[in-house]
């Protein structure tokens, strides 16, 4: 939180912010959507949601990126979605087909290079 203060005072910053992460990164990413009433965008890689009554202080645009093969990520996912859709916010999500959590690191067997390309 305070580092997004401090990006959005810099002299050489347009006062604008926005936030992507990966697995834990992209947990924080939801948070930072959810406390951040001025994000501008939250683009989550397979993060971890807020709980469902979070969801109503989201204001950024979010593009969510999971994983089809994500157990722990997926189940808290519906719940998180509804309760999103339901306070009208904007979002967009994405499962890639035959994909594990960390499909985008491409320092890992779970690579999936089309999937990373894509997304």
Known sequence: MAASHWL???PD???Q???VGFCYGGGIVHQLAARLPDLGAAVPFYGNTPAPSEA???KAPL???LASIDERINAAWPAYED???AAGATSAVHQYAGTQHGFNNDT???CDAAAAGLA
């Open 17 to 19: 912010l926005g936030a």
């Open 63 to 65: 593009l969510v990126h």
């Open 83 to 85: 309760a999103l859709k």
């Open 108 to 110: 890992t067997p779970r």
């Open 13 to 15: 910053a347009t006062g």
């Open 8 to 10: 959005k005072s810099r």
């Open 56 to 58: 109503a202080k989201v």
